[in-house]
């Protein structure tokens, strides 16, 4: 099993950054990406940022220029450094592993971690 654990959330003021981490752990094989999503109450979950294997990023189109996505340990540990904080930008942030886990033959896994809350203040 993959487990995923993010961690870093908080409230901060209007303005503030924070940094966002994502751990993977388990019987991984390889991790293909890892993204960060977002989700507002009432609201649906979305991309904020994601890495690949490959190093090639994405972002949400909101939080370009203010957020930055980094890696660390072959995408086992994947960080959201977020600036300029907006009360918009108020959700619980989850963070999404996809890879092969170990075995005879390596399986795909899909795995999301419980999510961290983070409230910017106005």
């Known amino acids: 099993q993959v487990q995923v654990v993010e961690s870093g959330g908080d409230l901060v003021q209007a303005g503030g950054s924070l940094i966002l981490s994502c751990a993977a752990s388990?019987?991984?094989?390889?991790?293909?990406?890892v993204g960060w999503y977002r989700q507002a109450p009432g609201k649906q979950r979305d991309l904020v940022a994601e890495v690949n294997r490959g190093g090639g990023l994405k972002y949400g189109d909101s939080v370009k220029g203010r957020f930055t996505i980094s890696r660390d340990n072959g995408l086992k540990t994947v960080y959201l450094r977020m600036n300029t904080l907006k009360p918009e930008d108020t959700a619980v942030y989850y963070c999404n592993v996809k890879g092969y886990e170990m075995g005879q033959v390596p399986k795909v896994f899909d795995a999301w971690g419980q999510g961290t809350q983070v409230t910017v203040s106005s």
């Open positions: 388990g019987s991984i094989f390889n991790i293909i990406g």
